[in-house]
């Protein structure tokens, strides 16, 4: 819509709003950086030498890592035949999409929640169990790894769903009729037109999944409890339990620094799959 | 048709263009136009793509200002004056009316800015919509509508403004033939009923000629030629502006010799035109030209008769005729250039396929004009 | 081929059930009559709802998140809308700038924003104030709510406005008349995502809370680490009613379908 006019200086104010947001924001890294230099009133890289030279810190971050790959590539798999279906169902697209976006958006919180029910000692898999007489005593499902990772995984499912079905969507829809009719099988297309058509939106959701698991926080420390940390309950941890904002920081800034480096890791891969593509 | 009466006489409306050129970055786009036209004119502003027609239209909606030069509007200079202040309506390309207002709702908007009571806006779309001939479709929105009928949505709602002014940016591109013809009538019908000066903006020749009083042709950012179709069609002023307008037959050649006459040699023998039929140069012995004949001045003569005084003649080969209603046209080839004859057909006698004839054409009806520049040339995707 | 295997299509309808399953656990929950979550239940009652609805923390939290949402959404929207229109009309140049500004908060992990964003307040002094809280939603939201706006404003044909210009209407009548109602549905989304995000944020929310303020989804994670009182189950399913309806109320006005677009840049 652009008209080919010149702004005036007043117009530009229109601007001003946007810039005020996104000064806060660039600010408030600011302030995460003179936090994390600083312990006791002078510059210190104490927090940072303590992350590089404790193991139990390293372990943190290992296991935080770990788990969020295996969360993003769990995800995207159960997330695809989600995908496929809401794709092959025009009809009742709509009405699916909402089955979607309805846990998409629901709070964390609550959704952790129902996880705490249906996995914790005395909920509801346990109670179940008991009652049909295979345990006498409660199965651990909660406060190790995989109460994390069932947790992670099924929060983040719909956001991979919805990034797949976007790149489904886009797909011409004769291209697949062109395969058939040039001979191809069901799955021989499926793996030669719709899947690389569809990487795009795999990619975008590994990398969006995987970096809202590094960073989370609610549902690690609700799943995992106080002993299986994650990075991110070990900064909610020094915050509001230790006050030592030094400290949390430090811990921030490393993972930030590590969203940053699998970031440009995870788009080098994306480019050369996607190579050829667009 | 129930009409709203003239609103004006043909006294308002005088749009003057003076040596306005514009710029992007180093790119000029227009330079140094001048321009005149008279109120209450149909104006169309013809050439190709990119000949700065469209950047002319939008320099008089003040869509855009001039890098130099001045535009005036009944003597008014435009310069400081925003679109919403010209008294200007324009109807757009694409048409851009407004897809969430009704056709009524499209043609009010206008009266609406104005403060204008809503009796009286009832009254003048009423009788706007009446006008390009939308009865009963005042409640449909822009979707249910077809193209023809968006076309005279778009008419409707910048008439209705009364404008003195009102430019048309290609606004039939996009319809089929038919449609194309029927609303080429309408709005020279609406034109002249209103007295509105009318600026339109087209590519297509044919449709200039058919429904402008005068037409500015185009190339290049320059004007080439003002004239009225007649004039433009008749007497070209360059070899551009005869090729862009209707059929010619161009005979590429040199000058023998300029004097009393001129002495042309073409590949299809060498002809003595008067010295007048020369344009935009003066010729001398040994200047590239061409020489433009339209199809109909190329008569095929009866042998054994002797050619009309100031007839020029030639021998061709008829290559193929083609019998199209009232006319026929003939593909003759003489030494190897290749010419179109259009004639009556019931003038025409039997024409053998590969027959000789004795062709002729007067030499007053030859123009002679220097080739075409290289950046012209590209216009006709020739290759100087 | 617009058909998927049978197989193919039951896992698919089984894992898309499975994505709201532990909402109606938790909202199963909250009928129960005993204390704890028992399997089979023995009874069935309202007592969780009464006692959420006693609780007057539950109340004021609710209203909090509600009326927070509220400005978080109209504020963002405005922001996102002045900004985007700038940008499209005026200075196209710099909206690959802009753009990349505004996104660069989604690959900020959340752990490391609500620590930036307490360190940026507590410098402030409003840490335990609305203020801090709708700062940061602001933060959090710009790149969700610029996002539709964009789109939406982007398809707008220039000509539509040169129109409005030649008959008559200033810039901001334009705006008012043609350009606002013809982005209407990517300022809805915007107004109602940003608003569900808002109202269910909590990962850098909970570290601006104080004694006077917390929100609805802070409020639940609290009580959850001290004591999971089946009250809870209640109060959850209410949020997830508020965030059902916004999501209905979206469909309804605005369409789906800006969630399934393939994103251009």
Known sequence: ?278 | MIRPTPIRDAAVGTIDIENVSKSYGDSEVLSEVSLSIPAGSFLTLLGPSGCGKTTLLRLIAGFISPTRGAIRIDGRDMTQVPTQKRPIGMVFQNLALFPHFSVAENIAYGLKLRGISASEIETRVGSFIQLVGLDGLGERRIAQLSGGQKQRVALARSLVLEPAILLLDEPLSALDLQLRKQLQFALKDIQRHLRTTFVFVTHDQEEATMISDRIVVMSNGNVQQVGTPQEIYADPQNLFVAKFIGEVNELPGRVRSAGQHLAVETGAGTFQLPVGVARGLTPTAGNSVTICLRPEKIAILDTGVPPASGMVTAEARVLDTLVIGPLTRITLEAQGTRMISVQMTDALGPLRQGAMVRIGFPADAARVFAPLTADLASAFGEHA | MRKMTPPMKMLGIVLLLALPAPIFIVFGASFNGTGYIQFPPVSWSLRWYAEAFTDPRWGRAVLTSLWIAAVVATLITAISFLAAYFTLRYAPKISGWLELAIFSPLFFPHASMGVAAVALMAGMGIVGTPWAIILAHLMVTIPFSYRPIHVALKSVDPDLIRAAEVMGASELRALWDIILPICRSGILTSLLFTGIISFDEVTVTMFLIGPDITTLPVQIFTFIQDDASPVLAAISTLSVVITFVAILLLERVAGLSFFVQRQSS
Not at chain 1, 8 to 32: C, N
Not at chain 1, 146 to 173: K, R
Not at chain 1, 252 to 275: D, M, P, W
Request: proline share 4%.
């Open chain 1, 1 to 278: 819509m652009n008209t080919g006019e010149k702004p005036t200086l007043a117009k530009g104010l229109m601007l001003l709003p946007a810039l005020i947001v996104l000064g806060l924001f660039f600010s408030s890294v600011i302030m995460l950086f003179s936090n994390a230099f600083v312990d006791r009133g002078g510059f210190s890289l104490r927090y940072f030498e303590q992350i590089f030279s404790r193991p139990d810190y390293h372990v943190v971050f290992y296991r935080t890592v770990i788990t969020s790959i295996i969360v993003a590539l769990l995800a995207v798999l159960l997330a695809y035949p989600i995908a496929l279906l809401l794709w092959r169902s025009e009809k009742h697209r709509n009405m699916l999409l909402i089955v979607v976006l309805v846990p998409w958006l629901v709070s964390l919180v609550v959704r952790t929640y129902g996880w705490i029910i249906l996995l914790g000692p005395k909920g509801f898999v346990n109670a179940f169990l008991g009652w049909v007489g295979v345990i006498d005593t409660p199965l651990k499902l909660m406060f190790n790894d995989t109460g994390i990772i069932i947790g992670l995984t099924h929060v983040l499912i719909p956001f991979a769903v919805i990034s797949i079905l976007a790149s489904l969507l886009s797909i011409e829809e004769n291209l697949e009729e062109a395969s058939r009719v040039l001979g191809a099988g069901r799955w021989q297309t499926f793996r030669t037109i719709v899947l690389p058509l569809s990487l795009p939106g795999v990619f975008t959701s590994l990398i969006v999944i995987y970096l809202a698991c590094v960073g989370a926080i609610v549902t690690p420390l609700l799943l995992g409890g106080i002993t299986e940390k994650f990075v991110g309950s070990q900064i909610y941890q020094e915050v509001m339990a230790t006050f030592n904002m030094s400290k949390a920081a430090a811990w921030s800034i490393c993972l930030l620094s590590l969203s940053f480096l699998s970031l440009v890791i995870l788009k080098i891969i994306e480019r050369r799959a996607l190579r050829g593509q667009e």
